[in-house]
């Protein structure tokens, strides 16, 4: 009884939450796209009249000297900047506030998000309090909380896995509590992002892959969950089509550019759904995997999205029949039941061939209780997820996770 009242008070803040994702006109960053298109962001920047910018990014890409056409470039437009590579794959608040100690040491007057979806979104983070001081990193978390503006923002990624470029979410990491959360607000869209596949090429294949599912993930939660729209339909549908051409080829051939633009591609559009049609279990049992183990925010989306699909399978029918037929399965007029089964196995298959495993080796039995309470914490009641699980349900299905 009191189960199925919590149940329909979600979905009341569901129904809310649609509302406000249909009426509220969602800020789109400007794009910069094509191979070399990182090059006209210094213009960009030098343009708007900014000095001196913070560069947030990671040792793993300086040292592979990812940043240094576009640092050469900021010269030569006689912008000044400061980089700060200290960020952490799930960054924590800690590089958040040095970060923050180096942004004012420097009198910065902007922000660049260089990387994967770590830079990017400890970059955000960075802004919001630099423009919040009397806001801890903790006081933000949740919907619409930062209050004042962050400073020009711009976003380069580097892999194409978490649309970070163009949602309002950043996701952090509690060191203390070992706790991944989300900070979600219009203010923390990039005025810019750029879409340059030149940067991707050499992304080893295995962080390939599973960015790539991270993507993927976005687009079907999107698309599966009850508050999606034409837009977010439309977009998860493109997705998913570029993702199922694309993603195996740029596993093999990471320097296929015509792969890696789509997957970029594939990646915005994925992370234009999810921004506004929210994302769902799979995240969330992911995000606490994160924050307790440090399991790649990817991988751990690649692994569990197949075992959510089956548990909603029924309830997702039609939606993951027509994600299907968006990707260019199913030819032969199958029914939505062999449809939404045929979905659930091209991820499997795909998972597969890119050797990621059917487990998370991290995992122990002890944990499950713990993980199952604050993965449902965390998806209830925000998550417009097609079928609400019980924590029994969630305890089983983190179970098959087990390595
Ligand atoms: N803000 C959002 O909307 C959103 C959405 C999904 C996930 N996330 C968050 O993003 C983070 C994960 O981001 P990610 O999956 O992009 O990984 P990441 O940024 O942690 O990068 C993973 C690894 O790949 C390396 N790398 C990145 N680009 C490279 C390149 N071009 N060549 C070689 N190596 C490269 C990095 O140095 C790092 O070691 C997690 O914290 C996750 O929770 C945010
Ligand atoms: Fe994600």
Same mark, same amino acid.
């Given at each position: 009884?009191?189960w199925?009242?919590?149940?329909?008070?979600y979905r009341?803040?569901?129904?809310?939450?649609?509302?406000v994702?249909?009426?509220?006109p969602f800020?789109?960053?400007?794009?910069?796209t094509g191979?070399?298109s990182?090059?006209?962001l210094?213009e960009?920047i030098?343009i708007r009249? $900014?000095k001196?910018?913070?560069? *947030?990014?990671d040792?793993? /890409? +300086?040292?592979l000297?990812? @940043?240094d056409g576009?640092l050469?470039?900021?010269?030569?437009?006689?912008v000044?900047?400061?980089v700060?590579?200290d960020?952490?794959?799930n960054?924590?608040?800690e590089?958040?506030?040095?970060?923050?100690r180096?942004?004012?040491?420097?009198k910065c007057?902007g922000?660049i998000?260089?990387?994967?979806?770590?830079p990017?979104?400890?970059a955000?983070?960075?802004?919001?309090?630099?423009?919040n001081?009397?806001?801890?990193?903790?006081?933000?978390?949740?919907?619409?909380?930062?209050?004042?503006p962050?400073?020009?923002?711009?976003?380069?990624?580097?892999?194409?896995?978490t649309?970070?470029?163009?949602t309002i979410?950043a996701?952090?990491?509690?060191a203390?509590t070992?706790k991944?959360f989300a900070?979600?607000?219009?203010? $923390?869209?990039?005025?810019?992002? *750029?879409l340059d596949p030149? /940067? +991707?090429?050499g992304l080893? @294949?295995?962080?390939?892959a599973?960015?790539g599912?991270?993507a993927?993930?976005?687009?079907?939660e999107a698309?599966?969950?009850?508050?999606?729209?034409k837009f977010?339909?439309e977009?998860a549908?493109?997705a998913?089509?570029?993702?199922?051409?694309?993603?195996?080829?740029?596993y093999?051939?990471?320097?296929?550019?015509?792969a890696r633009?789509n997957?970029a591609?594939a990646?915005?559009?994925?992370g234009s759904a999810?921004t506004?049609a929210?994302?769902?279990?799979?995240?969330a049992?992911?995000?606490t995997?994160?924050?307790?183990?440090?399991v790649?925010?990817g991988l751990?989306?690649a692994?569990i999205?197949?075992y959510?699909?089956?548990?909603?399978?029924e309830?997702?029918?039609s939606k993951l029949a027509?994600l299907?037929?968006?990707g260019?399965?199913?030819?032969n007029?199958?029914s939505?039941?062999?449809?939404?089964?045929?979905?659930?196995?091209?991820?499997?298959?795909?998972?597969?061939n890119?050797?990621?495993?059917?487990y998370i080796?991290e995992?122990e039995e002890?944990?499950i209780?713990?993980?199952?309470?604050?993965?449902?914490?965390?998806a209830?009641?925000?998550?417009?997820?097609?079928?609400i699980?019980?924590r029994?349900e969630?305890?089983?299905?983190v179970?098959?996770?087990?390595?």
């Open positions: 009884m009191i199925t009242l919590k149940k329909r008070m009341v803040q569901h129904g809310v939450m649609k509302v994702a249909d009426v509220f800020p789109v960053p400007a794009l910069l191979p070399g990182v090059k006209k210094a960009n030098r009249g $900014l001196h910018v913070l560069v *947030v990014t040792k793993v /890409l +300086m040292n000297k990812l @940043p576009f050469a470039s900021l010269e030569e437009n006689g000044d900047y400061t700060f590579d960020v952490e794959p960054p924590t608040i590089n958040v506030e040095a970060g923050r180096l942004y004012k040491e420097n007057d922000i998000g260089f990387g994967g979806g770590s990017i979104d400890c955000k983070i960075i802004g919001a309090r630099i423009s001081p009397y806001l801890s990193v903790r006081r933000m978390k949740g919907l619409f909380r930062v209050f004042i962050i400073p020009p923002f711009f976003a380069v990624p580097t892999t194409a896995g649309g970070s470029e163009t979410a996701v952090i990491t509690d203390d070992h991944k900070i979600n607000d219009f203010k $923390l869209i990039p005025k810019i992002a *750029v030149e /940067l +991707m090429v080893p @294949p295995h962080i390939t599973t960015t599912m991270d993927l993930t976005h687009a079907v698309y599966i969950g009850v508050n999606g729209n977010t339909d977009n549908e493109k998913t089509a570029l993702i199922f051409e694309n993603l195996e080829e740029a093999q051939n990471g320097s296929n550019i015509e633009n997957m591609l990646s915005f559009y994925a999810f506004r929210y994302v769902g279990y799979v995240h049992i992911a995000h995997l994160g924050g307790l183990y440090g790649p925010h751990a989306n692994v999205l197949p959510v699909l089956e548990f909603c399978r309830d997702a029918e027509s299907a037929l968006a260019g399965l199913g030819a007029g199958e939505d039941e062999e449809l939404s089964y045929a979905f659930i196995e091209k991820i499997k298959t795909m998972n597969k890119m050797d990621i495993p059917t080796k995992l002890a944990d209780p713990l993980i199952a309470k604050r993965a449902l914490d965390e209830h009641p925000d998550y417009p997820v097609p079928t699980m019980t029994d969630c305890e089983d299905l179970r098959q996770l087990l390595p």
